[in-house]
């Protein structure tokens, strides 16, 4: 019963959300805002359901598992409900929620920002590697602009910042803007079809 | 440049419509530095009041839902002549033409228009425009006509977004009709479809984007998990789903089968160091991760690289975009992201292709006859176009 109300909902939700885009009325505003209201609810209900599923997930493996597999998922466990005693006593800098969040999350989100400029160097050998014509062209382009940004590229070949400008400000945006036009394009016919239930989450699903 | 016409066609109006002996009622509230001309004669010309500000005309904003009005004026004659020099000006209002007019802002020289978005919908508004002279004295302008902001129902700006979506919605519906053997296939989807069809050592492992559920990538990733789904049925079996989107979890789990995906951290970066240990432990054969994703798209590009599988990734991020070619076997770019879901499914969805390569015709010949348009100095063309943002 429920899921053959959902195709006629996401019409309806979708259809509506469209509209209100046209609609600047106050009347408009008051759909989109409980619109949004609802969409507020719905993921907070849809959080509590993803933590529920990650809990009874590594309650699984701590009961299946060898001794090996299971520190990490307990680990995990201990971790939760250490933060969420914490959060129970505040989360300001001065508790033991923020000296948590501050000395263990924060580092552990760093290092892994961190690990990008290591993924990065490695992208760019990888790149460089390649022997086809375009990947020759990415080179040159990619050591132009490189070259442009260090003051002893200037120094190097004079008037080099200018033919990296021109780079940037043309073939790059040319392309950028071609993959925005498809993008959008593509956007809408996806949404289309999303709402009207031809395809997709509203429209696809176990069967 | 709309706004600026609609007041040239409204001003000969507006100001015929003024009563021109009608005495300004802030002139009382000026009495003291307002000097009549007769008795100004013998005091020095910094102390002369400026020549106040001319044809103010208020109106109400348009294409929103009230509470917003409009001023125009023309700056007063002593604007940069060097008698009484303009110091600036100040917008008062009340709600009846006798006032008390409240002062709303100040603003400097060379100023001719406002927008009041102090008002309230459905009061009617009086202003004037005081002009100030560097020395202190000022001028008042005459009350303007009473000003009503209103609702508009329909956004007169965004009617050319809503004949874009319409010549979208027609051409998606036409096309659906087409016949099978006008079918046509993404290379992309081509090579996701001999990957996923083939036998591979170790499971498949799928990630919807880590963005919310407000990014297209997000959305289109899911409905290329059906097709995932479909593909591998035979040779990998269902693939093991990692989110990090809450919504996106519940819909995952609604298109999954037999298991539920797992939810690992709603935080990018977490979701990132989770799912690197998660590939390097399970060492998968295919990995898929597309969708919405910021610079994590790279992380988990590496680690499924790094964990010896096929490695296919896409993110709606340009920017990561290039990262993800130097990395993995197979990057979808762009509008492939948003068509692999559609283009894979059997039946009619495979005329998505079909319908963005038209649409994309369209762009383009829309964009040539703008270039041409412009070029002969056709501005109309470019309205068209305008959503009149500000």
Request: proline share 6%; hydrophobic share 50%.
């Amino acid at each position: 019963m429920l899921r053959a109300l959902t195709r006629p909902l996401a019409i309806l939700l979708g259809g509506a959300a469209i509209l209100v885009y046209f609609v600047p009325h106050q009347a408009g505003q008051w759909v989109e805002a409980r619109l949004v209201d609802w969409l507020v609810l719905l993921q907070a209900a849809a959080l509590v359901a993803g933590i529920l599923a990650l809990i009874r997930r590594q309650l699984a493996r701590v009961r299946s598992g060898s001794l090996s597999q299971r520190i990490y998922p307990m680990l995990m466990l201990g971790s939760m409900a250490a933060m969420l005693i914490a959060g129970l006593f505040g989360t300001t800098a001065a508790t033991a929620f923020g000296a948590l969040y501050g000395s263990v999350l924060q580092p552990i989100q760093a290092s892994m920002l961190s690990l990008l400029a290591f993924y990065m160097a490695s992208a760019v050998f990888r790149s460089f590697r390649l022997t086809s014509a375009p990947a020759t062209i990415l080179l040159i382009s990619a050591l132009v602009v490189l070259l442009a940004r260090i003051p002893l590229g200037e120094q190097m070949i004079p008037r080099i910042s200018v033919f990296a400008t021109w780079i940037i400000r043309g073939p790059n945006v040319a392309a950028t803007r071609g993959l925005w036009i498809g993008m959008g394009l593509a956007a809408v016919a996806t949404a289309f079809r999303v709402i009207l239930g031809v395809q997709g989450p509203s429209g696809g699903g176990r069967s | 440049m709309t706004r600026i016409a609609l007041v040239w066609v409204l001003l000969p109006s507006v100001i015929a419509s003024q009563p021109f002996d009608m005495a300004s009622p802030v002139d009382s509230l000026n009495a003291t530095t307002q000097m009549p001309a007769a008795a100004t004669a013998d005091f020095p010309s910094d102390t002369l009041a400026p020549n106040p500000v001319e044809s103010l005309v208020v109106l109400d904003a348009p294409n929103d839902a009230g509470g917003v009005i409009d001023l125009f004026w023309t700056p007063s004659l002593d604007e940069g002549l060097g008698k009484a020099t303009v110091g600036g000006y100040e917008v008062l209002r009340a709600e009846s033409p006798e006032g008390p007019f409240l002062s709303l802002v100040t603003l400097g020289p060379g100023t001719d228009r406002f927008r009041d978005r102090t008002a309230f919908r459905g009061t009617p508004y009086y202003y004037v425009v005081r002009t100030n002279s560097q020395s202190g004295s000022h001028s008042d302008s005459r009350v303007s006509q009473a000003a009503l902001s209103k609702s508009q129902w329909l956004d007169t700006n965004r009617l050319s977004v809503m004949g874009g979506i319409m010549v979208i919605l027609l051409v998606l519906l036409v096309t659906r009709r087409l016949p099978d053997e006008q079918e046509w296939l993404l290379p992309a989807a081509r090579t996701l479809t001999e990957i996923l069809s083939r036998r591979h050592q170790g499971p498949t492992v799928y990630i919807p984007g880590t963005a919310g559920f407000g990014d297209m990538g997000t959305i289109a990733s899911l409905t290329l998990l059906e097709q995932v789904l479909r593909l591998g049925e035979r040779e990998t079996g269902d693939p093991i789903v990692y989110t990090s989107d809450p919504m996106a979890h519940a819909l995952a789990s609604e298109l999954l089968p037999r298991h539920t995906p797992d939810f690992l951290s709603p935080d990018p970066l977490i979701f990132s160091l989770s799912f690197t240990g998660e590939a390097l432990r399970q060492r998968p054969g295919v990995g898929v991760v597309v969708g919405g994703m910021g610079a994590e798209a790279f992380l988990l590009s590496e680690a499924l690289s790094r964990s010896g599988g096929v490695a296919v990734a896409g993110t709606t991020d340009i920017g990561e975009t290039p990262f993800l070619v130097a990395t993995c076997d197979l990057t979808l770019i762009g509008e492939e992201i948003l068509l692999a879901g559609p283009v894979l499914a059997p039946g009619g969805c495979r005329a998505a292709g079909l319908v963005q390569d038209r649409l994309k015709l369209l762009v383009w010949i829309l964009i040539l006859v703008g270039v041409a348009a412009a070029k002969l100095g056709v501005s109309w063309y470019v309205r068209l176009f305008s959503t009149g943002g500000e």
